[in-house]
């Protein structure tokens, strides 16, 4: 005898953009953006929440959405990396400065920077290079050093 897996009905808040998706219960955030929102800026890396390129915003804080089951996410705002700088012939000042400063280079790593960096930002403006290093160091890039990621 098969029992069916368990589902729910959630209604999500998602950069800015009210959503209503039927889940099994112990589906992952980010399995949700990617899979059922077609949200696929949010990379899934090592699905244990050490890499950082599973981070969105979750009422503004950034998280490993690879660690929260998606139905916690109800009644939250959720941003993505496609919520930051909306528009690509705008990117936002986080975007434009990883395209300026060359910060990225395979891409992989690059919506979790963005998305952690967007939000450090929003509680300290001027950071010293010692608070940026700080900021990102969840984050794992084996491509960039690091260098222009954070350079001054």
Known sequence: MT????????????????????????????????????????HVGCEHGVCGACTVRFDGAPVRSCLVFAASAQGHEITTVEGIGRDPEHPSDVQQAFIDCHGLQCGFCTPGFITTID??????????????????????????????????
């Open 3 to 42: 029992v069916a897996e368990p589902h729910t009905t959630l209604r999500l808040n998602v950069n800015g953009i009210s959503h209503t998706v039927e889940v099994p219960d112990r589906r992952l955030l980010s399995d949700v953006l990617r899979h059922d929102l077609g949200l696929t800026g949010t």
């Open 119 to 152: 939000a450090f930002l929003d509680e300290n403006p001027n950071p010293s290079e010692d608070e940026a290093r700080e900021a990102v160091s969840g984050n794992l890039c084996r491509c960039t050093g690091y260098q222009n990621i954070v350079e001054p």
